[in-house]
T-cell receptor, first 112, second 113 residues
Framework: DGGITQSPKYLFRKEGQNVTLSCEQNLNHDAMYWYRQDPGQGLRLIYYSQIVNDFQKGDIAEGYSVSREKKESFPLTVTSAQKNPTAFYLC???????????FGPGTRLTVT | ELKVEQNPLFLSMQEGKNYTIYCNYSTTSDRLYWYRQDPGKSLESLFVLLSNGAVKQEGRLMASLDTKARLSTLHITAAVHDLSATYFCAVPYYGGSQGNLIFGKGTKLSVKP
């Protein structure tokens, strides 16, 4: 079955620690995205990648980093520089930049 | 810069009633997407509207797109509790650094008996 997987589903970390969220897709999509969603809020774009070895900052990239070494994978690292990292993180992919995006199940990160 | 506005942001309906959610956007676009999000879950695709005048229907939901008016509507017919969710529209942005789809803030729909 084709789709997007994110792991883990829930993640708990202490303040000051970096943490990496996994996102894998087997849809053969070129573009991948990371969004952050806070309770009761909409989506905010963190980073996106249109092609392997290239990525662009979104609206709220500060305190986050990404890599795109393989077409299938787009991990997100939440660094200790991110002031308020507790949130629901969603990964998505699409065929092209204006195409429909398909979303993974999300990772709920709690930092205390 | 592309702005996408949904209204209302909150909607409380009674079962059996009809209502429409509106999605306006500020610059030209040839397509629009609707998504549904259940509480605590991810987004799932509802409708893909690819041209002016496009209309899609699934069950009690019908979506339409008017690219000249820069407006899409999501019409709910005879609402049922299972439709309670947050609905997002998204519009492609063809330039700049905003990313590729611009999402509205979402309309949280609550259907009550």
């Amino acid at each position: 079955d084709g789709g997007i997987t994110q792991s883990p589903k829930y993640l708990f970390r202490k303040e000051g620690q970096n943490v990496t969220l996994s996102c894998e897709q087997n849809l053969n999509h070129d573009a991948m995205y990371w969004y952050r969603q806070d309770p009761g809020q909409g989506l905010r774009l963190i980073y996106y990648s249109q092609i392997v070895n290239d990525f662009q900052k979104g609206d709220i990239a500060e305190g986050y980093s990404v890599s795109r070494e393989k077409k299938e994978s787009f991990p997100l690292t939440v660094t200790s520089a991110q002031k308020n990292p507790t949130a629901f993180y969603l990964c998505a992919s699409s065929i092209g930049t204006t195409s429909e995006q398909y979303f993974g199940p999300g990772t709920r990160l709690t930092v205390t | 810069e592309l702005k996408v506005e949904q209204n209302p942001l909150f909607l409380s309906m009674q079962e059996g009633k009809n209502y429409t959610i509106y999605c306006n956007y500020s610059t030209t676009s040839d397509r629009l997407y609707w998504y549904r999000q259940d509480p605590g879950k991810s987004l799932e695709s509802l409708f893909v509207l690819l041209s002016n005048g496009a209309v899609k229907q699934e069950g009690r939901l019908m979506a339409s797109l008017d690219t000249k008016a820069r407006l899409s509507t999501l019409h709910i017919t005879a609402a049922v509790h299972d439709l309670s969710a947050t609905y997002f529209c998204a519009v492609p942005y063809y330039g700049g650094s905003q990313g590729n789809l611009i999402f509205g803030k979402g309309t949280k729909l609550s259907v009550k008996p």
